[in-house]
C-alpha cells in the first residue's frame, strides 16, 4: 500500500511536468502574443517589452527559466496586468471561487444524491418520473442560460437578489444555483441508475425477503455500493468547480480565479496560464487520487491502483 | 464418409443467427413495449425529420434577411418570429436542429467507441495498465482545451470536421473514469470470476459481462454528454471553429438568444425548447434501451 | 421518498427560501454617490503604461495634466496655467498653477513631468503608449538606445516652469498634453516603490478624486481628493468603479439599480432604454470600416473595391443592426475634429466622397471590372473577430452583397489575437476594422495608410499619399497640413482601399438624475463636476 501510494505521487509529478511542457508548447504555438494589439507597437516599443519581460530569449531558455521560479514557487509576474504576479492573482481569487464552489457542490450532492435515491426507491412511480423531468431539463440547460434566467427571475423580476458582485452571503445564492444545476441533475441521474442495479443484485433482494426496511436497505447496503460513479463524477468536478468557472464568474462579476482560465489564453497572458493550470492540474490529480482511495473506502473488493 | 466441411448454405447462416437475431428481437420486443422509450424514439425521429425536411418546405431560407422585419414576436408569417436580422426563426431553428444532431450523434460515437473502451480496458486489466492510462485521462484533463482549439482554428480550414476532432481530443475522458470505476467494482464479482476461471477471454469478458453490466453509468453520461457536446459547439464557433455565419447550431441561437433575453424571450425559448425536447427524448430513449439490453433485467 | 430524507430536503428549502427573503432589503434609490460601470478590469493604473479606455477612464479622475479638452476638444489650462510657444512652433514654456498637490500634500513639480516622461521613454521601462512621446525632441531615439535621458527635448526650469522642444512642429501637441500617457506621476513616491500603482494607499494622484479601494475584477472605490486645487467644483464625496467585461451583466445591474451609469449596453437594448429616457449617445472619434486587402485578387482592382462599398446600404445597418444614431461614413475621417480656421469641421469641409448604398453605380462597376452580376468572381472571404455587433453587421453586408451584386462572400470569425494577427500579415481579404484617434487631428487616422505603416493592414502603397502625409507632418501651418490631409483623404477613397461604414458614437446607459459629468470625443469621461439631482 506505502509503495503503490509513493509511485502514484511520483506519478502525479510526472503527470504535471507533461502538463506544463505541453501548455507551454501550445501556448507559445498559437498565433498573437501578450503585446499583439489593435493598435501595432511601433517595432522598437515591442523590442523594450519584450527585452523587459525577458520574451526575447530563446523558448528553451525561457522554459528552463519557468522551472527554476516554479521550484521557488514564483509563478512569475502577470504580462497582462502591471506589477502584479501570479502567485497574488491565484491566491485572491481562488478563496473566492472556492467559496462559490463549496456552496454549488454541497447544493448538488444534498439535492442530487436524496433525489436519485427517491427516483430509484419510486421507480416509474410519480416521484421517479418528476426527479427524471426535473434532471432532464437540468442537465439540457447549460449554467449560462440559467445564471441568465435566476437574474431575471430573481433580481430584476422579483428584486430580492442583487444580480451581481460579491460581498455578503446574498451574492452567493444565484451564482451558486447555476453553478448547481447541471451538476445536481447528472448527480441524481447517476445515483438513480446505479442504485437501480444495485437494487437489482441478489444480496439486496435477500435482505428484502428478510423484511428490512426499505430505507434502511437503500442507506446501509445500496447506497454504499452505488455511489461508486458518483464519486468518480466529483473527484474531477470538484476540482473544476473550486477553481472557478469562467461563465458565472462573468456574468455575475464574480472576483474569482475561474474567469482567468479563459482570459488568461485570450490575452497570451503566458505566466497566467501556465500558473492556473498548474494550480488545476495539482488539484485535479490530487481529487483523482482521492477518488480512488474512496473506491477502497466504497467497495473493498477493489484493488489499489498499481497492485496486481 | 466425406469429412469436407459443407458448403454454408442459406438455411443454415439463417440456422447460426438465428439465436443471435433471437436475441436482438428479445431486446426489440422489450424496447417496444417500453412506452416511455417509443415516445422517446418518436420525438427523435420527429426532430430529425424537421431537421431534413423543415428547411425545404419553409418558404423561407436560413439566410433571408428582411432587415425592416427584425424582431418580430411569432405570428403567421413567421411561426417563431425573427431574428435581429429578420430572419425566420423557424427555419433557423429546423436547420440548426442539422448542425447539433450531428454534433450530439459524434459526441455519442466518440464517447462510446473512444471513452467506454478506454474506461473499459483501463479498468479490466488494471494494475501498470491501468496507472499509465489514467495518468493520460488526468494529462488531457489537465491541458487546456482552449488552447488546442485555437491552434486546431489556425491549422485547419474552418467547418464541422474541426468541432469534431476537438470533441474526439477530450470529449471521452469523464466517460473512460466512470466506465473504469465501474469496471473496477465489476471486475471482482463472483459471475466474472467465474467466466474467467472457465476460461473466458479479455475481449469476451470486457465485452460480454462487464460493459453491459455497466449500461446504467454509461447511459446517464451519455445523455449528459449529448446536450454537453451542443454547447460546447457554441462556444468553439466563438473561437472560430464550427460552420460559419450565417449558418447556425442551436446552441448559437440559444447564446444569442440569451443577450436579447430582456426585450425578446421568443429568441431564446425555441432553440431552448429544442434541445430540452431532444434531451427528453434520448433520456427516455436512453433509459429504455438499458432496460432492454441490460442482462440482469433478463431475469 | 422516507421522512428522513423528505426532513433533509424540507430544511434544505426552508434554508434557502429563508436566504432569499433576508436579502430582499435593497432600498430603491441608490446611495447618494455614483455608480459607475466602465469595463474591464484595469492592466495598471499607472498612466505611463496603461493604454485602454477602462484604464484612461479611472485615470482621468485620478490624474491631471498639463491641460484639459473641454467637450469641443479645445484644450484647457490645467495643472499648467498657462504656456508659451515659440514662433516655429518648436518650443513649449509651461507655466505650473502655484499651490497645485498631490493627494498625499505634496506640491506637484515640473520635476515630476520631467521624470514621468522620461521613464516613460525610457528603453528598460518597457511602456508600450511610448510612442506618444515621440514628439518630444529625441524621444523616439532615446527609446531606441541611440541616446541619452538628458538629450530629450523635456526639462524642468525650475518647480513650476517645464521646457518642452518637440521633433517637428506639431499643431496638436496642446491637446496631447490632456492624454494620460502625459499625466505627472509622484517621484518621490514612484523612486521609493516601482510597484507604487498596484496600491490604493501607494497610488497618489492629482486629480479631482483619489483611490481607498481595489477589489481586481471588482470594484474600484474613489473619493474626493481635498488636495486637488479645484476641488471647490468637485460635488461628489465618492465614485464606486464597477468592473466587468459583460454588457449583459452591466445591464443587469443597471436595470436592477445597482449602477446609475454603465459605459457598455448591449445594442438589442438600446431601443427599450431610450424610451425609458435612459440611454445617452454622444459623439466618438472613430471610424467602422471594412479593410479591402488592395494584393489579393479580386479585390487588387479598385473596380470590384468601390462596387462593394457602394452595394452596402450604410443607413439600413445603423437604422437596424447599430442602432446607436451612428453617423453614416462616406468618408475615412470622423466629424469632431478642427481644421484649418477656428470652428471648422474637418469633415464639413471635406464632404462625403460617394453615396451610400448606390447600387446601380455598384453593379455597373462590377461588370466594368469584367464580373457582371458577379459571373466569374473568384472567393472572398470576409474575416470578423468574434462579437455579436460584428456577426450581425458581417451579416447584413453578406447579404447586400449577395442580393444587388450576385457576389457570395464567405464569413468567417476568429478569436481576438488570431484575427489580429492575420489582419496586419494581410492574410486575409476583407477585414472587419475599427479606429478610434489617438488625438484630436485628422492625422491619426490619415497616417493609418502610409506606406509600411504598422496599421497599414490593407496593404495600400501610394508614393503621392506618403509624399502628402509627409508635407502634412512637417509643418506646424494648418493651411498647409489641412490641404494635404483633405487631398490624402481623397485618394484614399478613390482608391477605395477601404468600405468606411459609420462613424462611431459613444452609446452610455446613464439615469436621468447623473448631471455635470462631461465626455471628450476620444472616449474618456470626466467626473469631476458630476452631481446627482
Known sequence: MFKSIVGRILSMLLVLWVIITVTFVLMHAIPGGPFTAEKALPEAVMKNIEARYRLNDPLPKQYADYWANLLRGDLGPSFKYESRSVNEIIAEGFPVSAELGLVAVTLSVLIGIPAGMAGALYQNRWPDHLVMLLATVGISVPSFILATLLIFCFALWLRILPAAMWGSPEYVILPALALAGMPTAFIARLTRSSMLEVLAQDYIRTARAKGIAPFTILWRHALKNALLPVVTYLGPMIAAIFTGSFVIESIFAIPGLGRHFVTSIYNRDYTVILGITVFYSALLVLMNFLVDLAYLWLDPRIKPEGED | MDFSPLKPTAEMLQKQTRPHLGFRQDAWLRLKKNRAALAGLSIIVFISLLAVFGPMISPYSYSDQTLANANQPPSAAHWFGTDNLGRDLATRVCYGARISLAIGIVASLINLGIGVLYGGISGYFGGRIDSVMMRIVDILYGIPLLLYVILLMVVLKPGLLNVFIALGLVYWLRMARIVRAQVLGLKELEFVLAARVLGASPRRLIFGHLLPNSLGPIIVTLTLSIPEAIFIEAFLSFIGLGVSAPMASWGVLASEGVVTLRSYPFQLLWPAVAISLTMLGFNFLGDGLRDALDPRMRR | ?533
Open chain 3, 1 to 533: 421518498m422516507s421522512r428522513k430524507q423528505a426532513t433533509a430536503l424540507a430544511v434544505i428549502l426552508f434554508l434557502m427560501l429563508s436566504a432569499l427573503t433576508l436579502s430582499g432589503c435593497g432600498s430603491k434609490s441608490g446611495p447618494k454617490y455614483l455608480r459607475v460601470s466602465v469595463g474591464a478590469e484595469p492592466e495598471t493604473l499607472d498612466p505611463r503604461k496603461s493604454t485602454g479606455i477602462p484604464e484612461s477612464t479611472v485615470q482621468a479622475q485620478l490624474f491631471e495634466g498639463l491641460t484639459t479638452l473641454d467637450a469641443t476638444n479645445k484644450p484647457l489650462p490645467a495643472m499648467a496655467e498657462r504656456w508659451e510657444i515659440s514662433p516655429d512652433g518648436l518650443r513649449y514654456k509651461f507655466f505650473l498653477r502655484p499651490g497645485v498637490k498631490w493627494s498625499n500634500g505634496d506640491p506637484v513639480t515640473a520635476y515630476d513631468f520631467e521624470y514621468s516622461w522620461k521613464t516613460t521613454l525610457s528603453p528598460e521601462f518597457g511602456a508600450k503608449y511610448s510612442y506618444q512621446l515621440f514628439y518630444l525632441k529625441n524621444g523616439e531615439a532615446y527609446n531606441k538606445g541611440l541616446t541619452t535621458a538628458d538629450q530629450v527635448g523635456v526639462k524642468a526650469l525650475d518647480d513650476r516652469t517645464l521646457e518642452v522642444v518637440l521633433e517637428k512642429p506639431t499643431a496638436y501637441f496642446l491637446s496631447l498634453t490632456s492624454f494620460h500617457t502625459l499625466y505627472p506621476v509622484p517621484r518621490r513616491i514612484v523612486e521609493a516603490n516601482p510597484k507604487w500603482a498596484a496600491e490604493p494607499k501607494t497610488l497618489i494622484g492629482n486629480g479631482p478624486f483619489k483611490i481607498t479601494n481595489w477589489v481586481h475584477n471588482s470594484r474600484i472605490e474613489l473619493v474626493k481628493n481635498d488636495q486637488y486645487w479645484d476641488a471647490a467644483k468637485v460635488k461628489m464625496p465618492k465614485l464606486d468603479i464597477i468592473l466587468t467585461e459583460s454588457s449583459s451583466t452591466e445591464i443587469a445591474m443597471f436595470d436592477n439599480n445597482q449602477i446609475d451609469m454603465g459605459e457598455n449596453a448591449p445594442p438589442a437594448e438600446y431601443p427599450r432604454l431610450k424610451k425609458e429616457g435612459r440611454l445617452q449617445i454622444s459623439p466618438y472619434l472613430g471610424t467602422y470600416f471594412f479593410a479591402f486587402n488592395v494584393e489579393k485578387t479580386p479585390l487588387d482592382n479598385p473596380k470590384v473595391r468601390q462596387a462593394l462599398s457602394l452595394a452596402i446600404d450604410r443607413q439600413a445597418i445603423i437604422t437596424n443592426v447599430v442602432k446607436g444614431e451612428q453617423r453614416v461614413a462616406l468618408a475615412w475621417v470622423p466629424p469632431g475634429l478642427v481644421d484649418a480656421t477656428p470652428g471648422s469641421d474637418f469633415r464639413t469641409i471635406g464632404g462625403d466622397y460617394f453615396k451610400d448604398a448606390n447600387f446601380e453605380i455598384a453593379k455597373k462597376l462590377l461588370a466594368e471590372a469584367g464580373y457582371p452580376e458577379g459571373k466569374g468572381l473568384p472567393a472572398i472571404e470576409l474575416i470578423y473577430n468574434t462579437h455579436d455587433v460584428h456577426k450581425a453587421i458581417a451579416e447584413a453586408v453578406q447579404e447586400m452583397w449577395r442580393k444587388t451584386l450576385g457576389v457570395n462572400v464567405r464569413l468567417a470569425n476568429q478569436e481576438w489575437k488570431v484575427f489580429i494577427n492575420t489582419r496586419s500579415k494581410g492574410a486575409y481579404q476583407i477585414a472587419r476594422h475599427g479606429w478610434i484617434g489617438d488625438y484630436a487631428d485628422p492625422m491619426t487616422f490619415l497616417d493609418m495608410f502610409e506606406t509600411g505603416s504598422g496599421n497599414n493592414d490593407s496593404q495600400y502603397k501610394n508614393p503621392r499619399y506618403d509624399t502628402l502625409i509627409r508635407l502634412a507632418k512637417s509643418t506646424g501651418n494648418q493651411e498647409i497640413r489641412m490641404k494635404a490631409m483633405h487631398e490624402a483623404e481623397r485618394l484614399l477613397m478613390d482608391d477605395a482601399v477601404i468600405a468606411p461604414l459609420y462613424f462611431y458614437t459613444r452609446v452610455t446607459m446613464v439615469k436621468p438624475n447623473v448631471k455635470g459629468y462631461h465626455r471628450s470625443v476620444l472616449g474618456h469621461v470626466y467626473f469631476k463636476e458630476a452631481y446627482l439631482e
